[in-house]
């Protein structure tokens, strides 16, 4: 051998004393021993076989000193390490006996081997570290192949509990360091060969060599991605990925032909976004940028090559198309304009073709995307704007897009089985899916009527009503109803409703119910001049919030009058016509109108109300109850804003003073708007909506008992309002089943008691609330009916309650004898 040795000693050092991986200094007769005792597997003094350890360890001394062994050194060695393996395994399985011995020979012969492997690494990265990193890699993938099913082995989809086992094996972490050397000792040079090497055991082995991925690109995040994208961009340039054939002319390969590679760095790319997503996002970002305005070859094939990436991971689409859309700046889309004005027209269609699918299949982003391919078509000012003018084409071309979008968008949306939109769910269209919570921003833009814009957003909400209907259809509608200022504006949502009635059941209802308009119809009745029409008094705007001027002296104010000169009226008309310190007094209503008129009117808008409210239970007669609750929340809003969001839970009497001033305020909007009373009423009809009136029962009936326990006359027909409130309050009480029928009968008697009867009777209704508070959990479903209903018999005895009714009956028995039976 010894011609032989020359041409390789220069690749590695000598020996000395102070090298022990060096091989000592050994003639050829010597070598030539230990090459026989290596290939015969025999001892070459006594003739005996040799044990395995021994075997290795000849394979090892070999492998230090005679480079042209080295391949069958390491060839051999690989049955040590599965050697090693298999005895792991088996001590991991649930039928072994006995732990296997701590030092076993085998396994000081592993780590002899993979200390000589780091030893020979360290001393010539160059020679020794592509082909043992290849011999690690692919070592690794075969163990892991080959050992996959045995019991104990974790499926390939549990990469984490197949990495801890594979890491707590001595033979296969071995390998793995001994890699992971390789890769270091290579990376400031030339890494290409150790992740090649990586690569195609990846794409041999998958998915159970993927725990060495995922270990491995953990630990070089950004020597594994950079190289293993420019390692991936090569191959998919040497099966033809940048020339012009594969599907539909985008220079992919189809079918058997796909870039081997392709799907292996996908496969490692989708591992190491769980830890390394920037990495990964500032590399590709930074690989489609260094190819625009490059004429070389792999750059030339860089596009197609991350939109074939983006086509088999979304992960990866989703990650880096945010940051993409934002950095396609006007010298951006200008290089890219002329980076494929040279590609052959067939082929860009293509690529314009995979752009389009990959939109309609992403939804990161979605917004911002749409966003800028409108205003890079279609500006909304035809001023440029500062910096570098954007290329025709470009504009062209974002309008093409456009129009592929959306037609794209219309057969996934419309190209279902049923011929029924509304009956067949929808096929999930990620893009349309991330738009759903954006459709007031949508609504917007397109009021916004701008050029062409108007159009493309139109026919976008039309799809995008479609595809989640029937929710979406009204809400879309909604949002163009209430946010148009303009008769212009307000077009286009009959534009809109008559392109989806022709495909979708009316929306018509939805839309206005998802508006229910009860809100606002109940606002809009109660306040400003709109209160007149039915009998209320309009109050300025601000009136009683307005800020408390500072304090004014009347003794400075009468001395200046007393100074002054005697007017006609005296110095009392002006104290009368306002107030000091505050200004004359608000002008009053401009008059009452006819009695006939203002019935009209409540008639009118009562009948309303309660069309909205059976329109939004479809129609069915009755009231709803969540269309009676919307009906209370803004009663309460309108009437004592403070208290919105009150305890329903109904107090004490004695903790009523605290809220003296509020319940008077509420007695007052009473008193002032008497289209409060039928509002109630029509609440009461949906059970359990009253109990959302909580706090204005309980002003109104405090301030009426305040009233009547002060009340000195000897009829209550003497305060005919507080007697007419006083009927009306516990008719709808118990016409909203908040008092038994017992107790809500009792207002048949007012007109013919004493104030202080009155009183007695409403702290018996006062006392009878408190114990049975009004709460919604106390009603319960009969779907039957359709209705709320509420069982009395679960409040207890009401006979404790109806004493003083009873004594009142007794004490105008001369009277009230034949209204004794009602109770």
């Known amino acids: 051998f010894s011609p032989l040795f020359p041409p390789f000693f220069p690749l590695f050092p000598p020996f000395s004393p102070s090298n022990p991986s060096s091989c000592p200094s050994r003639s050829a007769q010597e070598l030539s021993q230990e090459v026989k005792a290596f290939l015969s597997g025999l001892d070459p003094v006594q003739g005996t076989p040799l044990s395995p350890p021994a075997h290795a360890r000849c394979a090892l001394r070999l492998l230090r000193c005679l480079p042209p062994a080295r391949h069958a050194a390491l060839q051999h060695l690989r049955s040590l390490f599965d050697e090693q393996v298999s005895c792991h395994l088996l001590q991991r399985e649930p039928c072994a006996t006995s732990p296997a011995p701590k030092a076993s020979p085998g396994a000081e012969v592993l780590q002899e081997a993979r200390r000589a492997l780091a030893e020979l690494v360290a001393a010539n990265p ?35 509990e197949l990495l801890q086992l594979w890491m707590s094996c001595p033979a296969t972490r071995a390998l793995l360091d001994i890699y992971s050397q390789c890769l270091a000792a290579m990376a400031g040079t ?35 991605i950079s190289r293993v994208l420019s390692c991936g961009l090569k191959d998919f340039c040497a099966h033809g990925g940048g020339g012009g054939g594969g599907e539909a002319g985008t220079g992919m390969p189809t079918g058997d032909k796909r870039v081997p590679k392709i799907a292996s760095v996908v496969g490692i790319l989708g591992h190491l976004a769980s830890r390394h997503a920037g990495s990964i996002k500032q590399e590709l970002l930074r690989m489609f940028h260094e190819s625009l305005g490059s004429a070389r070859e792999h750059h030339k094939a860089t596009v197609p090559f991350l939109l074939q990436l983006a086509l088999m991971s979304p992960a990866l689409l989703a990650a880096v198309s945010p940051e993409l859309v934002d950095s396609l700046k006007p010298p951006v889309l200008n290089q890219l304009h002329q980076h494929f004005s040279a590609v052959p027209r067939e082929e860009l269609e293509g690529v314009v073709g995979v752009v389009v699918h990959l939109l309609c299949h992403t939804s990161a982003g979605a917004l ?30 974002c309008e093409r897009l456009l129009q592929l979008l959306l037609l794209h968008l219309h057969k996934l949306v419309h190209g279902r089985a049923s011929p029924s939109l509304a009956e067949c769910p929808a096929r999930p269209v990620p893009f349309l899916d991330a738009l759903r919570p954006h459709v007031r921003e949508l609504c917007l833009d397109a009021l916004r009527l701008e050029r062409k814009r108007c159009l493309w957003q139109h026919q976008l909400l039309a799809l995008l009503a479609v595809h989640s209907a029937p929710h979406g259809a009204a809400e879309a509608l ?3 109803l209430a946010l148009a200022r303009t008769p212009e504006e ?7 409703h008559a392109g989806l009635r022709a495909v979708l059941p009316d929306p018509l209802p939805a839309a206005v119910a998802a508006a229910a308009v009860l809100a606002q119809l109940v606002e809009g009745a109660l306040r400003g001049r709109n209160a007149e029409l039915f009998g209320g008094t309009a109050e300025p705007p601000g009136h009683e919030d307005a800020p408390v001027p500072p304090a004014v002296s009347l003794l400075d104010t009468n001395r200046r009058f007393t100074a002054a000169l005697n007017t006609s009226g005296g110095v009392w008309s002006v104290f009368h016509a306002g107030v000091i310190g505050r200004g004359l007094k608000p002008a009053a209503g401009t008059g009452q109108r006819p009695a006939e008129e203002l019935s009209r009117n409540t008639q009118t808008f009562l009948s309303l109300v309660l069309r909205c409210c059976r329109a939004s239970r479809g129609g069915s007669p009755g009231v709803s109850a969540e269309a009676a609750k919307a009906v209370a929340a803004a009663l309460v809003e309108a009437v004592c804003p403070e208290a919105a969001g009150a305890e329903l839970a109904w107090p004490p009497e004695e903790l009523a003073r605290a809220t003296v001033e509020r319940d008077l305020r509420i007695l007052r909007r009473f008193r002032q708007h008497p289209l409060l009373f039928p509002l109630l009423r029509l609440v009461a009809a949906g059970h359990p909506a009253l109990c959302y009136c909580s706090v204005l029962l309980r002003g109104l009936l405090a301030s009426l008992v305040a009233h009547w326990d002060a009340c000195r006359a000897g009829s209550t027909l003497a305060s005919p309002w507080h007697l007419r409130a006083s009927c009306a309050l516990v008719a709808l009480l118990a016409e909203g089943s908040l008092l038994p029928p017992v107790l809500g009968n009792m207002h048949e008697l007012f007109p013919e008691l004493a104030p202080f009867e009155v009183h007695l009777l409403l702290l018996s209704v006062w006392d009878y609330l408190r114990e049975n508070s009004p709460l919604p959990q106390k009603f319960t479903f009969q779907p039957e009916l359709g209705v709320f209903r509420r069982d009395f018999g679960r409040d207890g005895d009401v006979g404790k309650h109806l004493a003083v009714l009873h004594s009142v009956l007794h004490r105008n028995i001369h009277r009230l004898g034949l209204l004794a039976g009602r109770f």
């Open 490 to 496: 307000l077009a286009l949502a009959p534009q809109l």
């Open 478 to 480: 909604f949002f163009l």
């Open 368 to 397: 911002r995307t749409l966003r800028f391919l409108l205003a890079t078509a279609a500006p909304a000012s035809v001023i440029a704007s500062p910096g570098p003018a954007l290329h025709d084409g470009v504009r062209e071309a």
């Open 126 to 160: 160059r020679a020794w570290a592509p082909n043992v990193a290849a011999w690690a890699s692919e070592l690794m993938g075969q163990l892991s192949s080959k050992y996959a099913g045995r019991p104990g082995v974790p499926p390939a989809a549990s990469l984490n």
């Open 190 to 224: 030339c890494p290409d060969a150790c992740v090649d090497a990586l690569l195609d055991t990846s794409v041999q082995h998958s998915p159970h060599f993927d725990w060495v991925v995922a270990h491995v690109g953990s630990s070089f995040p950004g020597t594994i």
